[in-house]
């Protein structure tokens, strides 16, 4: 199972921290990622890390603003979300044991958690 959480109203140009546990399974050996999707559109990739994090992949509208990152000790993920435009509202879901290269293939989804950017 996995849980986001994190979520939440923030004004434009604010920040969040999203994470991702992780319960019932180890994340060690899985490239995982963050998606999002906004109402009325097709849930899009956001974010995605490979399994010791060596490798990390961004979309470019979130590039130079959102950092992903992962902890195994913790068995959790991590979605940091700087300079947060009215763009970036969505739910925001964790996807473990993907294919990083093409951000595909999804085994595992979380339930999603809420961002709002509005002022």
């Known amino acids: 199972q996995l849980v986001e959480s994190g979520g939440g109203l923030v004004q434009p140009g604010g920040s969040l921290r999203l994470s991702c546990a992780a319960s019932?399974?180890?994340?060690?050996?899985?490239?995982m990622g963050w998606f999002r999707q906004a109402p009325g559109k097709e849930r899009e990739s956001v974010a995605g890390i490979s399994w010791n994090g060596g490798n990390t992949w961004l979309a470019d509208s979130v590039k130079g603003r959102f950092t992903i990152s992962r902890d195994n000790a913790k068995n959790t993920l991590y979605l940091q979300m700087n300079s947060l435009k009215p763009e970036d509202t969505a739910v925001y879901y964790c996807?473990?044991?993907?294919?990083?290269?093409?951000?595909?293939?999804?085994?595992?989804w979380g339930q999603g958690t809420q961002v709002t950017v509005s002022s």
């Open positions: 996807a473990a044991n993907l294919d990083l290269s093409t951000m595909r293939n999804v085994r595992s």
């Open positions: 019932g399974f180890t994340l060690d050996y899985f490239a």
